[in-house]
Every structure is written in C-alpha cells, then in structure tokens.
C-alpha cells in the first residue's frame, strides 16, 4: 500500500483499527472494528465523521466572481452567474455527447469559486479546467483536508465548537473559526443525513478529527457505509450510476439544471452536449434511472442484467449499485431501465447466479433526506 497516497487522518484510521483499502490512488478506511452496518445506523441516529480528503478541492478565480462564473457555465449546464454569495449548488460536467464527465458542489465564496470534485476524476478535470477556461486561474488546494460530519446530531455537535454553524442552512458555506481551527464549511454532504462537509489545513486536520471524536455522539466512519447510506439515499455514485456515456436526464438529474439555462431561458446552452441534454429535457430520454426492490434477501449489485419478463434472452437495462440497506432493512439497488418500463411498480427480473429473481421498480430516495431545510 506504500504506492497509494495518503490523507492528513491515514495514522488516526490506523490507530483506530481501521481496514483500509485502495480507493482512487489513496488508501482509505472501508471500516472500522465496529462493522458498516453499526456506522450505518450510528450515522442515521447520531453522527458519523468521514474521512473525505482524497476528493478534489479547486479554487477558480477571475477578476471577480461574475467572469469566473461566466466562464465557468461554458463547461456546466447549471446557474452560476445566479448562485448567491456563501451558497453551494451541485453541478456536472458534461461532454459533447451530453454525458456526464464528472460531478461536483460549486461554492460561491464572494471573490472565487470553490469546488470540490471526484477522487477519481479530479486530475482530468483539473486539466480540462486550465485547458478550457481563459481569464481565470484553476487552483488544486493541497494544503486542506476534507471532513464530512453527517447524521442528525451533527448540528450539536458542530455548533458546541461555534454557535454559527447551528444557523446555517442546507447548502450553506461560511468560513468558522472551530476549536481555533480556520474551516471552511459547508451545510451538505452525501449521506441524505442533516450535516457538514469541512475544509480544514491539513496541519490540523488530525486534532480537528480527534476534537470531533470526543464527542460521544460522533464516530468514526468508512467507506462502506458511506456507500450504503448515499445509496439508501438514492444519490449517484460516479463511475457506477453516472458516466461519460449517461445524460443528466436519464440520470434523473435535471433538478440541477435551472431554468436559465434550458431552452427559453436567459442563458440558455453554451455547455457542452446542450442539444443532447435540452431535447432530453423537452422530450424525455430513452432510458431512466429507477430504485428496484429485489424481492428476496439476496442483495442484487452492480452489473446484474435486468430483463422484462422472467425468459426474455434481451436484457433491458442493469444495476448500477446495490447492496443491503441497514435502515430499509431489505436489499435495495438502482439502474437503469427503458423509461416506457420505468414506472413506479413494475416488475423486473434480475439475473443472479444463473437465475432470474423479481425486482419491483420503485421511486427514489429509499430513505427521506433529512436536510436541514
């Protein structure tokens, strides 16, 4: 594991029993003694704290924040000339097909833009950010760790440190001075759980962490039950149910993309893939991202065939993501299916182990979001 890199909090996992595996170049907790399905539940009933600092965080600044917006909606199909000032909006990249490159949170921080992106995606998008954009200077922050604080006691937790943060709100960003820390917060995360995603220097990331552990309603949480509860919480995973090669629209993304920029809209266009993505959203796209219920106890993961009728030998679409969830209880997943057979209730069949078992389609999230509104 000598090759992978390390985040700021690699010798606080090890010391505290985490399993740690390859993840995106960085060797990170999957869990710890405690098991996925414990910082599961503790995360849905208390609050969890991740480790997220192999993401992506990027500084885009121009001579104000209006032509680092400007360029900045000629690679995403979203409002960011209209995002406020200490808000955060979630975006993608789009390539000229329409296809999903990468997704990400966008900050308005007054004088710049703030983003943070994929893992895995974040060297090519650093890349494509300076190779695309004139008049701006693109930033990789390296300094910073990136902690996540999700669950519904994260709010008394965080605001034991600084009162402030218990008045931000869902989407929120500010700058808090916590434990004497200087963080960059923002109200968000990808959990479906009320919570906080924080910047901090990486000099001060550990103690920052430990000052948060103290605490007896935070634990510390892996990868693996970061994976169950985005997906109990119906949010996309990139590289499994988002990809270069699906739209916005069959993702079921086009709540992010505001009026301003579709057809009719002010500013409507000028990313790339628009004409794939805006006749999508006038006319609806081929294919759909659904939730599927398989109806046994045999959780049904990604890359299961899913077909009409139980002997078709064409499959119609597959499982992007799945697993058990702790908190449904029951196996759950998502994929992608026709949209003519992506209404709510019907049966599907998935191949598993050389059988084909039921899946009833079903709305999204598997969980209600608990966001702090």
Known sequence: MNELFHTPLHALHVELGAKMVSFAGYAMPVQYPSGVLHEHLHT??????????????????GADYITAATALETLIPVDILGLEP??????????????????LM????????????????????????????????????????????????????LSTLNAKAGSMRFMDVASLSLAGVECWVSRSGYTGEDGYEISVPSAQAEAFARDLLAHPDVAPIGLGARDSLRLEAGLCLYGHDIDTDTTPVQAGLGWAIQKVRRNGGDRAGGFPGADVILAELGNGAARK???????????????????AQVDDEIPIG????????????????????????????????????????????????FTPANFKR
């Open 86 to 103: 200490d808000r955060q909006r979630y975006g993608f990249f789009t390539n000229d097909a329409g296809g999903i490159q990468d997704d």
């Open 44 to 61: 849905r009933s208390k609050a969890g704290l991740f480790d997220v600092s192999h993401m992506g965080q990027v500084r885009v600044e």
């Open 318 to 365: 597959m499982i992007t993501s799945g697993g058990f969830g702790p908190t449904v209880g029951a196996p759950i997943a998502m994929g992608y299916v026709p949209t003519a057979q992506a209404v709510t209730g019907t049966r599907v069949f998935g191949e598993l182990r050389g059988k084909r078992l039921p899946l009833t389609i079903t709305s999204l999230p």
């Open 289 to 307: 991202r659904v939730g599927l219920l398989p109806e046994g106890r045999a959780p049904m993961r990604e890359g299961v065939p899913l077909f």
């Open 106 to 157: 966008i900050s308005n921080r007054g004088d710049h833009i703030f983003l943070v992106v994929n893992a895995g995606c974040k060297a090519n998008d650093i890349a494509y950010l300076k190779a695309r954009l004139s008049g701006v200077a693109v930033t990789e922050i390296t300094d910073r760790a990136l902690l996540a604080l999700q669950g519904p006691a994260a709010e008394t937790v």
